[in-house]
């Protein structure tokens, strides 16, 4: 039996990733080629149209066969094939130890790096809202999902940057068109709507996915109580469970209706987890019909 090649993923998963690819926006690419199909026309080997014959094309797409049939050269077209920039941004900050989190994130990351490296896309990866803001420089090919895997199995939660301002952090040094994967709680009373917009101008599509543990999806509180902010340390006193639970309940469905809709007005994804969700049901089946992956 084969030996486990990274402790995030099976072998058996990532046997089921190479028949899969990203399904992102074809106009958000770089002009240096990769795998990944844009808009115009290009010269990779996948044929896409023909069109009439202009003087000064290149003579070796005519198509021969139809000339000889109608005595009119038509020119054979070919889909660009460009390089996609994948940015894989997982949220380390304290919110995300909790209820294993962190942990199917690294998961999630290690998917979209594998598909993104195997389809000769460029990818980097950063842990961020964290202490230190550690990140894996841009890097191609399967030569480099060692690295990658490495990297995200060394990512530890711990820190109180906002998510919003993680995400502003990164596009500071960010160079590259593509996509980006932000894989997070979002649980930030900050302005992720400027945050979601400086990703956009940046030439990054949007796929945002939100991890909540099962605590945070159903509380099971009674009595009195204190709650009290990992990040922050702010406290709040709680007299009325019943009534807190059906606020917190109303909040909780508005932040994530409000989240999908900004990614959706930019032409992105979003989508909301259970941290208690097993990774292969997640991806293979939740994100793939959601169009993450095809």
């Known amino acids: 039996m084969p030996a486990q090649i990274t402790s995030l993923l099976s072998n058996r998963d990532l046997d089921r990733l190479a028949r899969l690819r990203i399904n992102a926006a074809r106009r958000f690419t770089n002009r240096s080629r990769g795998e990944h199909l844009a808009a115009k026309g290009g010269t990779s080997t996948e044929f896409c149209d023909f069109r ?16 000889a049939r109608i005595n009119r050269p038509y020119l054979k077209q070919f889909h660009m094939e460009e390089e996609m920039h994948v940015v894989l941004l997982v949220d380390a900050s304290t919110s995300m130890s909790f209820g294993g989190k ?6 999630v990351a290690a998917a979209m790096g594998v598909i993104a490296l195997r389809g000769a896309e460029k990818v980097s990866a950063y842990s961020i809202g964290g202490a230190g803001g550690q990140g894996l420089r841009p890097c191609s090919g399967r030569a480099s999902l060692g690295k990658l895997f490495a990297f995200l199995e060394g990512i530890q939660s711990g820190g109180d940057v906002p998510v919003d301002m ?111 969700e097993p990774f292969e049901t997640l991806f293979f089946e939740t994100m793939r019909r959601k169009g993450w992956v095809i």
């Open 52 to 67: 009439d014959y202009s003087p000064g094309d290149d003579v070796r797409f005519v198509d021969w066969n139809i000339f």
């Open 102 to 107: 962190l942990q199917l994130a690294q998961k």
């Open 166 to 276: 993680a995400v502003e952090g990164f596009l500071r040094n960010h160079r590259g068109r593509g996509m980006v994967v932000i894989l997070s709680d979002f649980l930030t009373a900050g302005d992720m709507k400027r945050a979601f917009n400086l990703v956009h101008s940046a030439g990054l599509e949007v796929f945002a996915l939100q991890i909540l543990s099962p605590a945070e999806i159903n509380p099971e509180v009674t009595g009195d109580f204190r709650l009290v902010d990992s990040e922050t340390d702010g406290t709040l006193d709680i007299s009325n469970a019943a009534a807190l639970l059906a606020l917190y309940d109303e909040y909780r469905t508005s932040h994530q209706a409000t989240l999908h809709a900004l990614c959706q007005q930019r032409s992105g994804r979003f989508l909301t987890t259970s941290a208690a």
